[in-house]
């Protein structure tokens, strides 16, 4: 038996069948290559997505919470008088490891010039998601103060609290220098999160010291930016 293919040729039985074995593997590699393009070109589209998705994260979290809160959530404050509509004058955000310092120190000099403070082991109301008490505290204080120590960025909720206090500051008070920080001690840059390094390398920052004459002007800038 004989075929005769496109071009007229003749050909035999085995010559038949090894064409069509070959068109048969041009056609399986085409396939392949048509196969692994779309798998890289849907693996590259979901690294994309990902990486897009984590740079925005504490964006997201944040308009996650403040829809929430809005839409579900309860509203302390109804007193539309700006100077009225805060609770506190400042929210302190810090580690428990630099309680001491914050009970003995901060306070007192912040509360002696009449400030009211929120502090989270005093102020976070109970029965309620740690998460939802520090977006509500953010937002019922005029400022948060932010101590910054090697505990503090070891803390996922210190880092939580520093995260939406600046999604607060750049997103609805932008202009008001709401997120006060305080450096209370020396800290490698290669050891802070990224979102704190890129913070304080474009803002003014305060640092605290044992010196008495810069302890005095320590405090001065502290009651200054509070």
């Known amino acids: 038996m004989t075929f005769v293919n496109r071009n007229g040729k003749q050909l035999n039985a085995k010559e038949f069948l090894n064409q069509v074995n070959h ?3 041009d056609c399986m590699s085409h396939t392949l290559e048509i196969a692994l393009s779309s798998t890289g070109a849907v693996i590259a589209l979901t690294i994309v997505v990902i990486a897009v998705l984590y740079k925005n994260r504490w964006k997201i979290r944040y308009w996650y919470y403040m829809t929430r809160r809005k839409h579900f959530g309860y509203q ?3 007193n539309e008088n ?3 509509q805060y609770m506190y004058d400042a929210f302190i955000s810090y580690a428990d490891e630099d309680g001491e310092f914050i009970r003995e120190d901060i306070m007192p000099k912040l509360e002696e010039n009449g400030m009211k403070l929120c502090v989270h082991q005093r102020d976070f109301l109970p029965g309620i998601p740690i998460a939802d008490n ?3 505290a953010i937002q019922n204080s005029r400022k948060t103060l932010v101590v910054i120590s090697r505990p503090f960025i070891k803390g996922k909720w210190c880092m ?4 939406m206090a600046r999604m607060e500051t750049m997103n609805e008070r932008p202009e008001a220098g709401c997120l006060v920080v305080v450096l209370l ?3 490698p840059a290669r050891d802070m999160p990224l979102e704190l390094l890129e913070w304080i390398k474009v803002h003014s920052y305060i640092e605290y010291t044992n ?3 810069g302890g005095l002007l320590f405090w001065d800038k502290l009651k200054a930016a509070v």
């Open 23 to 25: 068109l048969n593997s």
């Open 76 to 78: 302390l404050l109804n």
């Open 82 to 84: 700006e100077e009225d």
């Open 134 to 136: 520090i977006v509500d």
């Open 160 to 163: 939580y609290e520093f995260n």
């Open 185 to 187: 001690e020396v800290v």
């Open 211 to 213: 010196d008495v004459e």
